[in-house]
């Protein structure tokens, strides 16, 4: 039988609405997400593996903030503001490569250390002294967790530490040991044109597998479930059909698949979905552990990124596995898209009045929930203002 970890028993009433329509199309609404979601919320930047060396680097660019992640000669990795002290250039232009010894402004040619102190500026002598420390590279929060680099770009934040954060998970995601993983090609992204939201709440249900998703169906549809978000965290959970087979992906997949002796017998068919509020996903298989995420671009855009890790001393039929387990998941993603842009474009219709939540999408509700918390402007039906909505929204925090 598959575990569940918590107490998820639906409210007898609950309301079943969603974010008014208003929300996915504001950019006033927006900006209140930049700061008070994706600013001072835990992001996952990648892997510690994907900085196996000194010198080597991660950047990651998140609603106009610049994260640099780098890993120093003293085997720590830091993150950092990918902004120069001198005139705020990019220090680092690529999305992940490694410098030898320093980091070198390709602006003006400022000269920062591995631990992100000012080792010099070009032409010294036409500034006066410049402490090594204050002009150095102005550090972001950074936790690693289970081999995962979190960073929030903001100093503190409602979210406790990572590890607090995803104590509720901890003991079920450690038999895998993904700190010890290894990428398998590399950080992805893709941008899709929909609000972000819509792609989150495609993400946070089950509902729709059965008829949207047929290699899902498949493969696990018969015991899939959904448990929603509590203090930041929701779980989904399911395990192979006893008779998946009717696709040729799933039907590979299964085939090839070695027992998985190294998980625990519950764990050895399962995959399962961990979501970080506000938009980061876990995902963990028998043979790989995989995230994802999406961030903003505009009201109508937004970014998708994430990475597959696998084990580093896999065996050919794990590395068959993971490709297939992949498939799956490429397909499910294009699924997915289509359905979050039909979704988001209702929205901008007369017609349009609202989401009615089943029972099995309670978990976009708890979803929504947490957004209203951070901004409690999202529990107005009437769109406000454009230009009333931040001093609006800071009234409204103010009450609660």
């Not at 329509?21 to 900006?31: I, T």
């Not at 450690?174 to 950080?187: D, F, K, L, T």
Request: hydrophobic share 40%.
């Amino acid at each position: 039988m598959n575990p569940h970890f918590r107490d998820v028993a639906i409210p007898a009433e609950w309301d079943r609405r969603g974010l008014p329509g208003w929300s996915y199309h504001s950019n006033a609404l927006l900006e209140l997400e930049k700061e008070y979601v994706f600013r001072n919320h835990w992001q996952i930047a990648g892997h510690v593996s994907d900085l196996p060396d000194a010198g080597d680097y991660l950047t990651m660019d998140v609603v106009g903030e610049r994260a640099l992640i780098v890993r120093g000669k003293d085997g720590v990795v830091r993150a950092f503001n990918n902004m120069c002290r001198h005139r705020g250039s990019r220090v680092v232009a690529d999305s992940q490569g490694t410098c030898k010894n320093a980091l070198v402004c390709p602006f003006h040619g400022w000269v920062y250390n591995l631990d992100g102190t000012l080792r010099g500026a070009a032409r010294p002598r036409s500034f006066p002294d410049l402490d090594k420390t204050e002009f150095g590279l102005t550090p972001l929060d950074l936790e690693i967790w289970m081999g995962f680099i979190f960073i929030r770009f903001r100093m503190g934040g409602p979210q406790p530490s990572v590890a607090e954060l995803l104590r509720p998970i901890e003991a079920e995601i450690a038999h895998y040991g993904v700190a010890e993983m290894v990428p398998s090609w590399g950080v992805w992204t893709q941008k899709s044109p929909v609000n972000w939201k819509s792609v989150r709440d495609v993400d946070n249900e089950g509902y729709h597998v059965a008829m949207a998703h047929p290699a899902l169906q498949d493969l696990y549809g018969a015991t899939y479930f959904d448990e929603p978000f509590v203090n930041g965290v929701s779980r989904s959970f399911a395990t192979y059909n006893p008779h998946a087979g009717r696709r040729w992906s799933v039907r590979q997949y299964i085939k090839v698949a070695p027992e998985a002796a190294h998980l625990p017998g519950h764990l050895r068919k399962a995959w399962i979905y961990y979501g970080i509020f506000p938009n980061n996903v876990l995902s963990v298989m028998p043979e790989s552990v995989q995230f994802y995420q999406e961030f903003p671009l505009s009201t109508g855009e937004t970014l998708l990124r994430g990475a597959i890790y696998r084990y580093r001393d896999e065996t050919r039929e794990q590395a068959a596995a993971r490709y297939l387990s992949y498939r799956i998941d490429r397909d499910t993603m294009n699924e997915d898209v289509q359905l979050s842009v039909w979704s988001n474009e209702s929205m901008l219709s007369e017609a349009f009045e609202g989401f009615y939540l089943s029972d099995l999408e309670y978990g976009v509700r708890t979803h929504h929930d947490h957004l209203r918390e951070q901004i409690p402007v999202l529990g107005l039906e009437t769109a406000p203002e454009e230009k009333d909505m931040w001093a609006l929204n800071d009234a409204l925090r103010s009450r609660s």
